[in-house]
């Protein structure tokens, strides 16, 4: 192993100070050596310290969170190392891959390990798998879990007018929300499974439906939660009600002008439930150019999260058979994760792991408030590249402690000026590991893992999707009116 101190070596490594840097024998005692050159490996995690040929790895169930400038190599460093370490492993895993490069470097070896592979392609759509975000929440509201599909219901409706609030004046937000919400819970009630998709909500949503939705409201108990969020919508004066329906076009038009997406998004073919029985490997490719797609990954990531914690309390321990690691690149890009700091608090004790990779302190923040300390709070490993963010700086280094050097002063053990200066040709990386003292070490950049290359990337096939199935509202009215079907929610 490398001298992990090279630049350090006037700082006083007195066991009896405050502060210090770990030693190699401190590090090896809290981690799990991995020869990186055997076939399988007992356990994973992100690299403490490692040379290219042992690593010695956080096998626990401990989140990490990684905070690193554009061009710091995060990817390079950490995601696409342990990404290749958990297939060696036989641990599943969900990845945001925002250029497509973790999935070339690892999908080969990860088929050639017995994965299965899922792939949903965002940025080439009509290569990959097909994915419905509403036939989870439907399933659930047919199973007699109405409460969890409203819930979900509701948080594919947030994640999709993320982009479009308007903070002065939050009423039309509220209101297409509201009838967004009401409408999917139409769909849920009185719809053909296959017809509960992206393409019957625009339908839905459109001022030609408005008439045959009105007509179905005055038949609905008034107390039912479709109704209620019917209610202070379909009943507004025709020009504010065409300003709520402007509002939802402008979130929805994305359905409406990529027919591709929109047949993409009308039917799975694969089950999460699986992703925690066995070995997974899940790939979200998102252009990181434009931010359009973002929500989608953000509706995904809850939706599995929520299903493998139902996998998980099926068993007689509450943990999953197989571990799901999320590795969630440029996190802060994505729409909020709704209910993200609970997630991250609850999944350890459910063999669920997650790496959170930031560009800056302030992203964080700015995406989830006073949630990004408790999201902070809950990953017990801390890694710093580079950065010129003065907060990211000053709280890294205060984290890191201080000491007395040979005159008695006190001196931080990392000055603000010296993590600017962490080499990036060396790959440097501060790691706050648990409760141990803290690391500068040196990771080798991925090219450097001869046992990680020579794989070819899997060839991704054009998806067979047939044109969606979409709900008539024109004639399931008429034969509501007919009283040839009953009136949902009466």
Not at 350 to 373: C, P, T, W
């Amino acid at each position: 192993m490398r001298n992990l101190y090279a630049k350090y070596e006037t700082i006083n490594q007195d066991l009896n100070q405050e502060t210090r840097w770990a030693t190699l024998e401190e590090i090896k005692r809290s981690t799990t050596h991995i020869n990186l050159t055997d076939e399988t490996y007992r356990t994973s995690g992100i690299p403490i310290v490692c040379d290219g040929h042992d690593a010695y790895v956080d096998g626990q169930d401990t989140h990490t969170l990684i905070f690193g400038a554009t061009g710091s190599k995060k990817t390079r460093l950490f995601c696409m190392p342990v990404v290749n370490m958990y297939i060696k492993a036989g641990e599943s895993f969900i990845v945001t891959d925002p250029k497509g490069e973790i999935f070339r470097k690892t999908s080969g070896m990860a088929k050639e390990s017995g994965y299965k592979t899922i792939v949903l392609n965002f940025r080439d759509i009509g290569k990959g798998n097909m994915w419905n975000p509403l036939s989870l929440p439907q399933k659930k509201y047919h199973s007699g879990e109405q409460d969890e599909a409203v819930s979900l219901f509701n948080d594919f409706i947030t994640s999709i007018m993320a982009k479009h609030q308007n903070t002065k004046d939050p009423f039309w937000n509220q209101q297409a929300s509201a009838l967004a919400l009401a409408n999917l819970l139409l769909l849920a009630e009185s719809a053909e499974p296959e017809e509960v998709n992206v393409a019957s909500l625009t339908a839905l949503c459109s001022r030609s439906a408005i008439g045959h939705l009105q007509e179905l409201y005055s038949r609905m108990d008034k107390n039912s939660i479709a109704a209620v969020n019917y209610s202070t919508t379909v009943s507004l004066p025709d020009r504010t009600l065409d300003c709520v329906l402007g509002e939802l076009y402008s979130a929805i038009r994305i359905f409406n002008i990529q027919q591709n997406l929109t047949n993409m998004l009308s039917g799975s073919d694969f089950d999460v439930a699986m992703f925690g029985r066995e070995k997974t490997a899940v790939y979200l490719i998102i252009p990181d150019e434009k931010s359009t797609f973002h929500f989608l990954a953000s509706v995904f990531i809850k939706q599995a999260y929520e299903v493998l914690i139902a996998e998980a309390q099926r068993e007689k321990n509450n943990e999953l058979p197989v571990r799901v690691n999320f590795v969630l690149d440029e996190f802060c890009n994505m729409p909020t994760i709704p209910d993200m700091s609970a997630m991250i608090s609850a999944a350890r004790s459910r063999n669920m792991r997650f790496v959170i990779v930031a560009q800056s302190l302030h992203q964080l923040k700015g995406r989830y408030g006073e949630d990004a300390e408790s999201i902070k709070g809950n990953c017990e490993n801390r890694v710093f590249l580079t950065s010129k963010e003065l907060d990211l700086l000053k709280e890294t280094s205060e984290l890191c402690g201080s000491y007395l050097d040979h005159n008695g002063r006190v001196r931080s053990l990392i000055s603000v000026s010296e993590l600017q200066r962490l080499d990036k040709t060396k790959g440097e990386a501060l790691i706050m590991q648990g409760r141990n003292y803290p690391v500068i070490s040196e990771l080798p950049d991925i090219d450097s893992y001869e046992m990680f290359g020579g794989y070819d990337p899997i060839p991704l096939e054009e998806i067979e999707m047939p044109a969606a199935s979409v709900f008539d509202i024109e004639e399931f009215t008429d034969q509501v009116v007919c009283e040839k079907r009953p009136a949902p929610f009466a």
